[in-house]
Each structure stands twice: as C-alpha cells, then as structure tokens.
C-alpha cells in the first residue's frame, strides 16, 4: 500500500509541476533573412489554405478580411502592421501561440509567425 501511496503522490506531483510549465513563443527564422518573403506567394497562404484565418476573416464577417483581393488593403489601412517594431504588429502577435488572452481558435504555427515577422521586418510589401 505505501508503494501504491507513494507512485501516486510522485505522479501528482510531476502533473502539478508540467502543468505550471510555462512555454515562451520562439519564432526562429523560416527562411533565410536575405531571401524575399513575397505576401502573395509567402504571406496569403498562410490565412487562406485550408481552414486557416479565412474560417472567419472573410467579407462580411471578422475583420480584417484576409481573403487574397483585399488582406492587404485590409491590414494596412487597420494599422495592423508597425515597420518600427515588427515584433507589435498586430498581425503578428493577436495570432502569436503566446497570446492565449486574445484569438483562442486559430494560431500561427512557429513557422508561419516566422515567415510574417520576416515579411514585417523586410518592409511588409504588397509584392
């Protein structure tokens, strides 16, 4: 009986100290920083394949409208890009794994957030 005691409180005690386990986001770069992230090649594939961010962004519905002819228009005129401090652009970081307070239902992958805050940091261009 201690034994079958003491395997429980052992387990107990490791769920309790993985449950307080706290998960930085870490975005390590997608590609090479010299290499062009282009939004309509890069960038609208990440909202638009599959059940992505145009689950619920699309004309009508959630703004912005990340659909492919106005997610530009859409994020640049909401001000939802800052060049000064890529890392705040609201594009980025309301969809950052990290920010478990705002946008519960989809989140980037650390690989997508990458591959934004490089297109961010290049100048967010409409190319």
Not at 25 to 34: G, L, S, W, Y
Not at 42 to 70: E, F, K, S, Y
Not at 96 to 104: A, L, S
């Amino acid at each position: 009986m201690n034994k079958l005691l003491f395997y429980g409180l052992t387990l107990a005690a490791l769920m309790f100290v993985a449950a307080s386990c706290q998960y930085k986001f870490i975005v390590e770069p997608a590609t090479d920083p010299t290499e062009t992230i282009y939004f309509s090649k890069d960038i609208l594939p990440i909202w638009n394949d599959g059940n992505n961010c145009t689950a619920c962004h699309i004309a009508g519905t959630q703004r912005p409208n990340l659909t492919p002819d106005v997610a530009y228009s859409e994020i640049t005129s909401m001000g939802l890009i800052d060049l000064a401090n890529p890392e705040e652009s609201e594009i980025y970081d309301h969809p950052n794994p990290e920010n478990t307070g705002e946008h519960t239902w989809k989140k980037y992958t650390n690989a997508q957030a990458a591959t934004v805050l490089a297109w961010i940091k290049q100048g967010a261009l409409n190319n």
